[in-house]
């Protein structure tokens, strides 16, 4: 069964039960997510955003999805590049995250300018700086409501073992997270 016939036999009933979007976003502004950039480079151009809804999928294939805007300009990029790095951001990146989220309206090339980027086997740029960083081929996208949903094949990572504290971010604000005794 391919994604779109799944996808719309999900819609139907989800839309009857579904909450109004006002308190879906206050609902999830609870939940803690990772914040991460996400990156493109190749004949669509250059371009990066912030995202928070980045997750594994699987381990056989190496996995994960992230959703994007379409409103985005990234969006089109993204399709057109057919590759991406997905960089999880440390404590000390807020500042990154900002300026990939659109803070200052500061042009989309100047935004690669201020941190340390490299280039995975991909053409994907990724941050140096990341806690880790993953090269990822776009195998397949499904558009729902505003968003496209892209499911990405990883191809390889960058990162090293640190101590560095993870950025995330909850209750529309950053924060980071601490050990907890089990």
Not at 9 to 36: G, K, W
Not at 37 to 43: C, E, L, N, S
Not at 104 to 118: E, H, I, L, T
Request: glycine share 8%.
């Amino acid at each position: 069964m391919s994604s779109a016939v799944s996808v719309a036999a999900i819609e139907s009933p989800i839309a009857d039960a579904a909450i109004d979007a006002t308190s879906f976003r206050d609902a999830l502004s609870r939940a803690v997510t990772a914040v991460t950039v996400i990156a493109t480079d190749g004949a669509g151009g250059r371009a990066g955003l912030t995202c928070s809804a980045v997750c594994s999928v699987s381990d056989s294939p190496p996995t994960v999805l992230f959703c994007i805007n379409r409103r985005s300009a990234a969006n089109s990029v993204i399709k057109s590049n057919g590759v991406v790095s997905i960089n999880w951001l440390h404590a000390s990146q807020a500042a990154v995250s900002q300026l990939f989220a659109g803070a200052g309206a500061v042009p989309m090339a100047q935004r690669f300018d201020g941190d340390s980027w490299d280039v995975f086997p991909t053409g994907a740029p990724y941050s140096k700086s990341a806690m880790v960083a993953l090269d990822c081929k776009v195998v397949d996208q499904i558009e729902i409501g505003t968003h496209s949903v892209f499911v990405a094949q990883v191809c390889g990572s960058a990162g090293a073992e640190s101590g560095d504290t993870p950025l995330v971010y909850c209750r529309r604000s950053y924060a980071t997270t601490q050990p907890v005794a089990a």
